[in-house]
């Protein structure tokens, strides 16, 4: 990284469970430094979307819970706070799958996050203004219910309804799931704006690792719920392991 980031969010030494026996993670420690993107990678099953939810607060839902260590967000200890006031405090979460108000229009959906501020409504105004500029097209869509959308444009809207809070911390769960790879792309390119532009962070579980090292500044693996390896995207991408077990070829083949 070219910039001097200071600590935002840290994670230390997290377990976390799910009923009263099934271990999902175990022992994890990650750092999201402010103005970077960070790529928390693994296969299906590695523990990424309990991580972040585990940061986010909402594991409650799936009778999960931190059960050992602990999460900083900017210096001070989170775990007793809600998902509401966590992101009242700039931590948002972009769930796996999409999830939309299918019944109402693209910009209902997307002015619906912006109500956990209770903002005037020049400043609704502004703010959805900022997000049609970073998705022009939601903009032809916001008069369409948001179940009748691709599932691009309906990941765009999911993303674009996050940004409404105004967060610090954007956490993704596998924004590339489902779509067409040029979507992807379109999707990618839009959060390097964003953190680039507007200095909005970004940890981002994905199984597509070639694509997430080629956006993030720091990446982390995890293998059935550990941290496997750790480093910045452009060191990871270089070493033959990496390549070789996450990456489908050797480093030589790739380059």
């Given at each position: ?197 507007s200095g909005v962070s970004f940890l981002i579980a994905e199984q ?48």
């Open positions: 990284m070219t910039r001097d980031h200071q600590g935002l969010l840290e994670v230390r030494n997290v377990e976390a469970l799910y009923g009263q026996a099934i271990l999902a993670v175990r022992d994890v420690s990650l750092e999201v430094r402010e103005g970077s993107v960070v790529a928390l990678l693994g296969a299906n099953g590695a523990g990424k979307t309990t991580t972040l939810k585990a940061i986010s607060n909402l594991l409650g839902p799936a009778r999960g819970r931190v059960s050992r260590g602990e999460i900083l967000w900017q210096g001070e200890s989170v775990g007793n706070l809600s998902a509401s006031e966590l992101v009242a405090r700039g931590i948002v979460q972009v769930l796996e799958g999409r999830h939309v108000f299918p019944q109402l229009t693209v910009e209902e959906n997307i002015l619906s996050g912006g109500f956990v501020r209770r903002p005037s409504r020049i400043d609704l105004k502004d703010s959805l203004e900022k997000v049609y500029t970073w998705f022009p097209r939601l903009r032809d869509k916001r008069t369409t219910k948001a179940g009748l959308t691709s599932g691009g444009e309906q990941q765009m809207v999911a993303i674009g309804r996050a940004l409404m809070t105004r967060p610090k911390l954007v956490l993704l769960d596998e924004p590339s799931m489902g779509l067409a790879p040029i979507i992807v792309q379109e999707i990618f390119e839009i959060i390097r704006s964003l953190n680039t532009e597509n690792a070639n694509l997430a090292l080629r956006y993030a500044h720091h990446a982390y693996i995890l293998e059935t719920g550990r941290v496997a390896l750790s480093g910045t995207a452009e060191e990871l991408s270089t070493r033959d392991d990496v390549h070789d077990f996450y990456l489908g070829g050797s480093a030589a083949a790739v380059a």
